[in-house]
């Protein structure tokens, strides 16, 4: 499988953003992809994941602010960005794991592959 995460850019405080990971392969219905992101100076960090069954996971940070989604016909995973706050500011990547088992979801080591990331600025 293989990501490419898109979507980012400059945003004010309060608006939205909307990524895009764009996933190769015959089997990307079955993956759970996740996004991370990492600021600098700082560790990346857990911010959403969704399994192959829908199910959806969120970091408490962005619970209410942030949606995932997924397009298993179009090999496409969103993340819509509502409510953006300057500590969002980061690059967001997108990863992807066909076997990832639930209680390690949160874990970037555990995702096989990743996109190149996106830059996400969020400033008044």
């Known amino acids: 499988v293989q990501l490419q995460a898109s979507g980012g850019g400059l945003a004010q405080i309060g608006g939205s953003l909307r990524l895009s990971c764009a996933a190769s392969?015959?089997?990307?219905?079955?993956?759970?992809i996740g996004w991370f992101r990492q600021a600098p100076g700082k560790e990346r960090e857990f911010v959403s994941a969704?399994?192959?069954?829908?199910?959806?996971y969120y970091a408490d940070f962005v619970k209410g602010r942030f949606t995932i989604s997924r397009d298993n016909a179009k090999n496409m995973v969103y993340l819509q960005m509502n409510s953006l706050r300057p500590e969002d500011t980061a690059v967001y990547y997108c990863a992807a794991d066909p076997s990832i088992i639930l209680s390690s979801l949160r874990l970037s080591h555990q995702y096989e592959y990743w996109g190149q990331g996106t830059q996400v600025t969020v400033s008044s």
């Open positions: 392969g015959r089997t990307f219905s079955r993956h759970t």
């Open positions: 969704i399994r192959y069954s829908g199910h959806t």
